[in-house]
């Protein structure tokens, strides 16, 4: 009970700063779309061609969007000292640590998700493929918010730590791609998809509960 | 140890309830790396912390539950109000509020500021909303680090009211400041870092 209104406490304090920060707020969602216009503008409108690397390109931006405003989901917090009093609080640093980042994936990833169907018709991205590209979005951007998550932790006392943030966190965001913009690649050629989805979703519920766990012990390293 | 320099060895306290103990010492003496020590944020290269005469780790969910600390950085949202901050310090803990929040912000000075943000205050008034935590969810043990930094006279004025109020109410405080602190009828202890 105690636990359920620290949670909803920490989630609605994160929400409400995100939206009195609202230029923050519109950073990546501005990110997903110039980068995806930018590559019919590069390429050439053909719709064979657009129609074929559609998917990848949603998903490479989706991707970037998501690392672009990663760092401000601890930083801010390391700063003005409400982290540590996260880490003294009498409930669980890892409960509190989850609030923050369903805070900010509703704050970063669901806008992004609300603009995919906008960008998809951009680039000429079958209209039955548009479901399977929702429904990978709805399960890959909260998993690149977990994995980010406890890069972000590991990194957030470092002066430097965002460059050296992309490095770490790339490669662990790749079996997140493959399967992601692999399962709209299928759909949008009328292959069967739920393959990759259950994968996707598999990965989802690991991370949803290791993950805070993880963040938790990498932000006391940090903090130490 | 701070980045693998012993800042101190062989120093030992107990806090007993009413008890207030006020650490002294230069800058980077070590003032807060033990208080941060004993709340453990910082690891405790050797010795030990006890709570209630079991070690802290051991009991550390009451420990926490018992605990309020107030560091350096105010540990408040600049963008968020007054309110805004205390609701939240106030779901983290465990406790009822002790009294209403208005009230808490009548005692720390901050009337009628209650719902501005943080950002259009001053230093002071920041810490001074940062004090009416103390008031709000009043723990049993305090640890507070330089809680002096940008209170003018009227703000000293109220946080030493609030320790002796804390104290002759059964409460613990750990303060560390290099302000001289009119606690004189508290019995506060003073220890010195550093030399």
């Known amino acids: ?224 | 140890m701070r980045d693998d320099r012993v800042l101190f060895e062989a120093i030992g306290f107990t806090l007993t309830p009413g008890g207030i103990i006020q650490l002294e010492g230069p800058n980077g003496s070590g003032k807060t790396t033990l208080l941060r020590a004993i709340c453990g944020l910082a690891p405790i290269e050797g010795g030990h912390v006890s709570w209630c005469g079991t070690p802290r780790d051991e009991v550390l969910d009451e420990f926490l539950a018992a605990l309020t600390y107030v560091g350096h950085v105010p540990g408040v949202k600049r963008d968020l109000t007054p309110r805004e901050n205390l609701a939240t310090s106030l779901a983290l803990t465990t406790m009822e509020p002790a009294m209403p929040a208005d009230t808490a912000f009548d005692r720390v000075g901050l009337d009628g500021l209650a719902d501005t943000p943080l950002r259009r205050l001053s230093a002071g008034q920041v810490r001074r909303a940062a004090l009416a935590r103390l008031l709000v969810a009043p723990t049993p043990l305090w640890l507070l680090d330089e809680p002096l930094t940008a209170l003018d006279a009227d703000g000293k004025r109220v946080l030493e009211r609030l320790l002796a109020d804390h104290a002759a109410a059964g409460g613990m405080i750990l303060i560390s400041t290099h302000h001289p602190l009119d606690l004189a009828d508290t019995g506060a202890q003073r220890i010195r870092l550093g030399d």
């Open chain 1, 1 to 224: 009970m105690r636990l359920g209104q620290a949670f909803c406490a920490m989630l609605g304090r994160d929400i409400r700063l995100a939206i009195r920060q609202r230029g923050e707020l519109a950073q990546p969602l501005v990110f997903f779309a110039a980068v995806a216009t930018l590559f019919p503008l590069a390429l050439g409108p053909e719709p064979a061609l657009l129609e074929r690397i559609a998917p990848g390109i949603i998903w490479v931006a989706a991707l970037l969007a998501a690392l672009l405003p990663m760092d401000r989901m601890f930083r801010p917090d390391y700063e003005d000292g409400t982290l540590e009093q996260m880490l003294l609080s009498p409930h669980p640093a890892s409960v509190l640590a989850l609030a923050k980042v369903v805070a900010h994936w509703l704050t970063t990833g669901v806008p992004v998700i609300l603009l995919a169907p906008l960008i998809a018709l951009f680039l000429q991205l079958p209209m039955e493929a548009l479901p399977v590209l929702l429904a990978t979005l709805a399960l890959g951007t909260p998993l690149l918010s977990l994995i980010g998550a406890i890069g972000v932790a590991l990194t957030v006392s470092l002066r430097a730590g965002g460059p050296l943030l992309a490095l770490l966190l790339l490669p662990l965001y790749v079996p997140v791609l493959i399967f992601a913009a692999g399962a709209v690649d299928r759909a949008a050629a009328g292959f069967p998809v739920a393959g990759p989805i259950y994968l996707l979703a598999a990965m989802l519920v690991l991370a949803l509960t290791l993950a805070p766990m993880a963040i938790a012990a990498s932000l006391r390293i940090s903090l130490s």
